[in-house]
């Protein structure tokens, strides 16, 4: 299996910047999209970015501007900048991996905290 290691997660105030990383175990480019999700206390999980193999994004409207999803094919790793941080991101961060040639598998970090407040 391909493992996901997520870090980089901690206590951050509002307007502050925090960078995740998430490592996998064996090299993944071109054949996984990659994700971060988020699940915040009282609430179902939620897809924050994604970003293919070849590098086209997209976002969750709740952090466009904000947040930058890239993955770098060398390291094996896909980070996720983010900028400008409200209480609202506050959740615990999870990496996850789709693979898109066949056999289709899925693979999820075991997840990251991010708590945003004064």
């Known amino acids: 299996q391909v493992q996901l290691v997520e870090s980089g997660g901690g206590l951050v105030q509002p307007g502050g910047s925090l960078r995740l990383s998430c490592a996998a175990s064996r090299s993944i480019s071109g054949l996984y999209v990659m994700g971060w999700y988020r699940q915040a206390p009282g609430k179902q999980r939620e897809l924050v970015a994604i970003v293919t193999g070849d590098g086209s994004t997209n976002y969750a409207d709740s952090v466009k501007g904000r947040f930058t999803i890239s993955r770098d094919n060398a390291k094996n790793t896909v980070d996720l900048q983010m900028n400008s941080l409200k209480p609202e991101d506050t959740a615990v961060y999870y990496c996850?991996?789709?693979?898109?040639?066949?056999?289709?598998?899925?693979?999820w970090g075991q997840g990251t905290q991010v708590t945003v407040s004064s």
């Open positions: 996850n991996g789709r693979r898109v040639v066949s056999p289709p598998s899925e693979y």
